[in-house]
Structures are given as structure tokens and as C-alpha cells.
């Protein structure tokens, strides 16, 4: 099935879709790059948001908010958000440079995240909220019905265990950057209670996500 059939929306502007599948590697800089997924992006990642915080508040009715909060960071994230679309066929679908698709910059999570993210975007400037929300409630079902009890991210559990053990926050320090601006590589490390574990990741986040995972598994050796 390919995507847009699996979308199940009709486009009325087919030119939204094709943008939202535009990487910026494949965009006109003598458009300043406008016509990339970008700006869809943008408006994608706070149109899953409402309708990911919707669905939680309605499936979770007795949960208090920082409860949800956690789920809505979760299921909101790349690790989540990726996965949907490899499945949903958005790799294929991508529209990059071949030298650029030879490197593998279609299989990126960030890559992928924020192509969905675009054609969130794209779906709710054709359609309304309708057709995402159909889109996010399909999709996401079984990633919201995955855990029982609100999630944890590893920052979140690494910031509990120091301050439980009066040690104050965790410090994080970028110690590298390297690849092209569209797809770089993030080095993190990450210092408490006198140790230093180091992650990677494709956004700073990730990789300090990965940095805090990383030391929490040292504390587990």
C-alpha cells in the first residue's frame, strides 16, 4: 500500500503532500529552501501534539498532568514517531537527491519523524484536524496502548536518582558535532554524581537521552 492510499485523504492541494515529502536536501536554495517539508514540519510537530494530548485526556480520564505529560513526551517522540513512519511508508516516499538517498538518509529516525510530522502538517492544511486526528488514532494505537503506567525518559529517571540522592541535576555538555548541516551527528556527555557517560544521537536531545541511558546502565553494572 503506498502512502498516500494509506493516508485515506483525498488531497485537494496535491502539491501539500509532495511538500511534506520534500527533504531539504531535495528543496530549491533559490527558494530559500520554502518549498522543503520544513515549515509543514513545524506545524505537524503541534498538530500530533493536540491530537496525541486529546486522545490522553480522553483515554486516561483520572490520570493528573504530569502523568500525561510524560505520555504526550513520549509518544510524541522521535523514538515513537520514527517507527510509525517506516511502517506507514514514508521512507520510500521521501523525495531526496539519489547521492543523497545512496547514503541511507531516507532510514534516518529524525529524517523519518519529520517527514510524518509534515504530512500531519500538510493533512491538517487540506482537510482540518479531521483527517490527522484519523491518521494519529490509527497509527499510534498501539503505541498508546503500549504502557500502563506513564512512561519515564531516561533524563527523567537519571534527574529522579540524583536529586533523590541530594547530588542536584545532571550536567550535559555537547562534545561533538560532525556530518552535513541536514543530517548531523550529536555527541553528549552527561556528569553525575562524579561519573561521565557519553551518548549519540541524530538531534541534541537524542543524543542526551542516549547519554543519560547510557549512565543509568553503568549504575546497573
Not at 486516561?60 to 511508508?89: N, W
Not at 545532571?170 to 553528549?188: C, K
Request: charged fraction near 30%; charge should be neutral.
Amino acid at each position: 500500500m503506498t502512502l498516500a492510499k494509506r493516508l485515506g485523504h483525498a488531497f485537494r492541494d496535491p502539491a501539500l503532500l509532495e511538500r511534506a515529502l520534500t527533504h531539504r536536501s531535495a528543496a530549491d536554495p533559490r527558494k530559500r529552501m520554502l518549498d522543503s517539508n520544513e515549515r509543514l514540519e513545524f506545524l505537524g510537530d503541534r498538530v500530533l501534539g493536540l491530537l496525541i494530548a486529546e486522545w490522553l485526556v480522553e483515554r486516561f480520564p483520572e490520570e493528573r498532568e504530569g502523568d500525561l505529560g510524560k505520555r504526550l513526551a513520549t509518544l510524541c517522540s522521535q523514538d515513537v514517531i520514527a517507527p510509525i513512519a517506516e511502517r506507514m511508508g514514508v521512507a520510500e516516499a521521501l523525495n531526496v537527491p539519489p547521492a543523497e538517498g545512496r547514503t541511507g538518509l531516507r532510514a534516518r529516525a529524525t529524517v523519518l519523524a519529520d517527514a510524518l510530522e509534515a504530512v500531519l502538517g500538510a493533512l491538517f492544511l487540506d482537510g482540518g484536524l479531521e483527517p490527522a486526528r484519523a491518521v494519529v488514532r490509527r497509527e499510534w494505537a498501539e503505541a498508546i496502548a503500549a504502557d500502563p503506567r506513564p512512561p519515564a525518559s531516561a533524563k527523567n529517571r537519571l534527574q529522579e536518582w540524583t536529586l533523590g540522592k541530594g547530588l542536584g541535576l545532571p550536567e550535559y555538555r555537547l562534545a561533538s558535532t560532525a556530518g552535513p548541516p541536514h543530517a548531523p551527528v550529536f555527541v553528549v556527555s552527561v556528569r553525575a554524581a562524579g561519573r561521565e557517560a557519553e551518548g549519540m544521537g541524530e538531534s541534541k536531545r537524542a543524543a542526551e537521552s542516549a547519554a543519560a541511558e547510557n549512565w543509568l546502565k553503568g549504575l546497573d553494572g
